[in-house]
C-alpha cells in the first residue's frame, strides 16, 4: 500500500527553525517527484518546495524561498523540508506528497496535483 508520513511539526516561536520529515513506502520513493504542500485553515492549499527523483530539479514558492530548504535521501525514502525565519504566516498544516514523473529531470519542476498525500502534521508560529 502506497502511503507518505510526515512528522517534526510543532509550535515554534517566530524566527525559529523546524525540519519536518517525510518518509515514504520504498516502492514509491525512487522515481517518484516528492513535495511539501501546506494549508491554513480558510485558505487554498499552496505549493512550497518540490523535488525531482534526483534532487537535481527544485521548485520554490516565493513565499519560502531563500527560508525553506528541500532536500531527499533516498537511501532513507524520507524527504525534509528544512524551514528557517519561521513566521506567524506560516502556521499550516503541512503535507507531504508524492507524484510518480519518474527518472527525470525538469526545467519548470511541476508542483501541483500530486497523487500520494500524507495526512499532514501541524505547524504553528507564534508572534
Known amino acids: 500500500q502506497l502511503q507518505v508520513v510526515e512528522s517534526g511539526g510543532g509550535l515554534v516561536q517566530a524566527g525559529g527553525s523546524l525540519r519536518l520529515s517525510c518518509t515514504a513506502s520504498e516502492e514509491i520513493f525512487e522515481d517518484y517527484a516528492m513535495g511539501w504542500f501546506r494549508q491554513a485553515p480558510g485558505k487554498e492549499r499552496e505549493g512550497l518546495s518540490c523535488?525531482?527523483?534526483?534532487?537535481?530539479?527544485?521548485y520554490y514558492a516565493d513565499s519560502v524561498k531563500d527560508r525553506f530548504t528541500i532536500s531527499r535521501d533516498n537511501a532513507k525514502n524520507t524527504l525534509y523540508l528544512q524551514m528557517a525565519n519561521l513566521k506567524p504566516e506560516d502556521t499550516a498544516m503541512y503535507f507531504c506528497a508524492a507524484e510518480q514523473l519518474g527518472y527525470n529531470e525538469y526545467d519548470d519542476l511541476p508542483c501541483s496535483a500530486y497523487s500520494v498525500w500524507g495526512q499532514g502534521t501541524q505547524v504553528t508560529v507564534s508572534s
Open positions: 523535488i525531482s527523483w534526483s534532487g537535481g530539479s527544485l
